[in-house]
């Protein structure tokens, strides 16, 4: 694929309620999906952090939270470090458990 | 000297009206740690091989946990067992909610119902006193309507009652045992042998403690596993939203069953969440199981349009996916009703689904017509065809009656390649588990001596997406890079893991959602509350866990024993043999693939030489013949299970050493 200098726009998709909050970022080329989650960070999550005082994102944590990229979830690619391209999509889940 | 036992077991025999308590023998109890495992003994020593699930041979037992009605974190849960109607093998159900601790409270352990009653009856269970009772007025009742019932005769609220629906009496293949309304003993059938027995219900009440055996010791080893739960921040989640947060996950992934599994999308698939259930109002409640700390259970109502006044608890994640996407819906006042429905007849909402799931395709291909359903229109997400199927099957009535043994016997019933789409094996409806996508599900699925269901053996860790199961499958494999469900390595090794542990869960009376899907309660943990608990000291992590194997291995046994082979442990024709959708978060697969992305249908496990990889290596694993898959009689001694390979070995069902 050819290389370009172009700034990349990835879609996010915030599961902070029911329904996501679609957001469209635009991230320097060689961007990861650390530095898409720094850029997002002041999102608040509702009811969702560990501290209710503080609902950021911010306040999640790397654990805390669920990233899927393009339908995989980040920790089975490059976790934090996964570059992202673009078109790509994220959504970002608080963790879960069973069912 | 307390031991956490109520001490007594009672049998009850309903040809003869025999009822007959009995010391417990806690040292035999605590070989297979308890409730399932010790379920598991006495199916063994009390079900001849050949048994008709549905005769008077079939024994039907309620087992506690042996820290059920303690304060030990999430121990609520209570195992019903006997030979399965739906498989014609082992089965074990486990159930939430308060019953077992009630049924110690009243001074029992363990339920054991033998024979079959010349007409309906139910049984009463008293502070120690028993008696069956004509339910002449009960018979015909559904859930709701029998609990109610019961409840007024008692006047007394806090009576436990399990009872079966009009499913149940009319040996639905998936009926269930419904307890104090919400929870269900659903998987497999259980409900069919209560009926079968013409036992409408169980209704117990007791005012008696459970003591443990050093009780400082207990109370800390409590406290650890209960903090170390809540550090685990999916606690919270499962508070807010219930089993189905994940609803909306899962679709993300591609693998939330929708279709009859054709698909693991469905567009909108958030209507069908907990996060909306709570926004959209229909939530009402909270609940726990008896200790839980997590209380993930619903209670959600209807209040305005055409399924006004539907209630219940639930819909769980399973149920919106087998009554919701499964069907090609994401209508949820639907899905609360059909919920409901099922809740009320006492039917499992996992299998139900499947088989109107299984019509609705059916249906779509031409195979079965208007003639074949009575007039009922079968479109995918139909809501009148629903409702309208479900009360069918429950009464055995119209097209209904073709549905009630499952989809294995419609298919085979209706043929013309309808098998293919039937989406079980061993006679059971898979559980709402995408296992193309997730290696490690796929082989405990197939291995399963219920059939394809998750709860028996959650493999949670494999997907790498949480610390906890990272750590966990770095600790059974040796390195955490295979915390990735798209591999073939190392998945009998973390499928075996998980098999001890979901045994001991279960025996113990815990919550697999504390063990199994969260890691806050570790075998360590589990072994320090029992041995505190009961005051047997030989308990540490391995040790439980080696019981675990030694219940495992004794199910196994069972299904050997009427015939299982490796021929059994196979997945649905579909999820071996059809590529799913891919989800499709960014262009086509082709493309993904050429970005250097995974390529979904690769990833996919659609072969048996996928399966056969896995079975061989889980085989030896086991130390069970890799061609048969029958045990060894060394595999069976080291489990101190010798008696059972000499009874496998005279029927010529044991594999040379």
């Known amino acids: 694929m050819e290389k370009t200098n172009r700034s990349i726009s990835v879609s996010l998709k915030l599961f902070n309620r ?29 009811g969702m952090s560990r501290k209710n005082s503080s609902p950021s994102l911010k306040d999640m944590g790397e654990d805390d939270l669920l990233l899927i990229l393009n339908g995989r979830p980040v920790q089975n690619l490059q976790g934090y470090d996964t570059p992202l391209e673009d078109g790509d999509v994220v959504a970002v889940f608080p963790v879960m458990a069973g069912g | 000297m307390p031991s956490a036992f109520a001490g007594k077991l009672l049998h009850v025999n309903l040809t003869t ?121 009960l018979w015909g009742k559904d859930v709701r309507e029998t609990t109610l019932a019961i409840e007024h005769a008692f006047q007394d609220p806090d009576v436990q009652v399990a009872c079966i629906g009009p499913a149940g009496e009319n040996r639905v293949l998936f009926a269930s045992i419904m307890m104090n309304y919400y929870n269900a003993a659903a998987r497999g059938g259980v409900g069919a042998v209560m009926g079968s027995k013409n036992l409408k219900a169980v209704a117990v009440r007791g005012h008696g403690r459970i003591h443990v055996a050093r009780p400082q010791e207990f109370r800390r080893a409590v406290m650890e596993a209960i903090e170390a739960s809540y550090q685990d921040f999916s606690a919270k989640t499962s508070y807010l939203y219930g089993t189905s947060a994940s609803v909306a996950v899962i679709n993300e992934l591609g693998s939330f069953p929708s279709f009859n599994f054709r698909s693991g999308r469905i567009d909108n698939a958030e209507k069908i969440s907990g ?27 209807i209040t305005s349009g ?96 073709k549905l009630a043994g499952g989809v294995r016997q419609a298919a085979k019933s209706i043929g013309r390649g309808s098998e293919k789409w039937a989406v079980e094996a061993k006679g059971l409806e898979q559980s709402r588990v995408e296992t193309r996508t997730a290696f490690g599900y796929a082989l405990a699925f197939a291995v399963n001596p219920r059939g394809p269901d998750h709860l ?62 969260r890691y806050g309660v570790t075998p360590e943990l589990l072994a320090r509350m029992l041995s505190a608990a009961t005051g047997v000291d030989s308990f540490e992590s391995e040790s439980l866990l080696f019981a675990g194997r030694r219940i495992m291995n004794l199910e196994k046994a069972f299904n050997v024993r009427e015939g299982a082979t490796r021929k059994d442990d196979h ?40 399966l056969d990889r896995m079975l061989d290596e889980y085989y030896e694993l086991h130390g069970w013949d890799k061609a048969t898959g029958l045990p060894r009689c060394k595999t069976l001694g080291d489990l101190d299970l010798g008696d059972v390979a000499a009874e496998l070995d005279r029927m010529g069902k044991l594999a040379k050493d």
């Open chain 2, 456 to 517: 028996h053996t959650q493999v949670l860790a494999e997907f790498g997406t949480r610390p906890g199961g990272r750590a966990l499958v770095a600790k059974i494999t040796g390195d955490e890079k295979y915390a990735f469900p798209r591999t073939l390595e190392k998945r009998a090794d973390i499928v075996r893991w998980h098999e001890d542990c979901y045994a001991a869960t279960d025996a113990l009376g815990l919550c697999s959602f504390a063990t199994t899907a």
């Open chain 2, 306 to 401: 055409p399924h006004t006044g539907a209630y219940g608890g639930g819909p769980e994640y399973e149920t919106m996916s087998a009554l919701g996407a499964g069907c090609g819906t994401v209508d949820v006042e639907l899905v609360i009703k059909a919920n409901e429905l099922c809740n009320i007849y006492g039917m499992d909402t996992i299998s139900a689904g499947s088989v109107v799931q299984w019509a609705m395709e059916s249906y779509e291909k031409g195979v079965i017509t208007e003639k074949d359903t009575g007039g009922i229109q079968l479109q995918w997400g139909n809501p009148d065809a629903i409702l309208g199927l479900l009360e069918q099957v429950a009464r055995c009535r119209g097209f209904g009656a």
């Open chain 1, 18 to 46: 029911a329904f996501p909050e679609r957001i469209s970022l635009t991230l320097p080329p060689g961007a990861r999906v650390r530095d898409l989650m720094a850029k997002v960070e002041r999102k608040s999550f509702n």
């Open chain 2, 275 to 301: 996060p909306y259930l709570v926004e959209a109002g229909y939530l009402k409640r909270r609940m726990g199981c008896n200790a839980c700390i997590f209380s993930c259970h619903r209670y959600c109502e």
């Open chain 2, 571 to 610: 997945l649905p024709h579909r999820l071996m043999n059809e590529i799913l959708a891919p989800p499709s978060g960014k262009g086509d697969d082709r493309a993904a693939a050429a970005a250097g992305r995974p390529d979904p249908v690769k990833e996919q496990i659609n072969s048996r030489a996928y």
């Open chain 2, 17 to 137: 009206g025999e009822i007959a308590p009995k010391p417990l023998d806690e040292k035999k109890v605590l070989k297979y740690l308890g409730a399932r495992g010790f379920n598991a003994r006495l199916l063994w020593e009390l079900v001849p091989p050949g048994a008709d699930p549905l005769g008077p041979e079939n024994v039907l037992i309620f087992g506690t946990g042996t820290l059920t009605g303690t304060s030990a974190p999430t121990s609520g849960r209570t195992t019903v067992s006997c030979k399965g109607p739906a498989t014609g093998l082992y089965l074990k159900t486990s159930v939430g909610g308060h019953w077992g601790a009630e049924l110690k409270f009243a001074g029992y352990d363990y339920l054991i119902i033998e024979g079959r009653a010349p007409k309906p009856v139910y049984l009463v269970i008293r502070d120690g006193e028993v008696e069956i009772r004509d339910a002449a007025d």
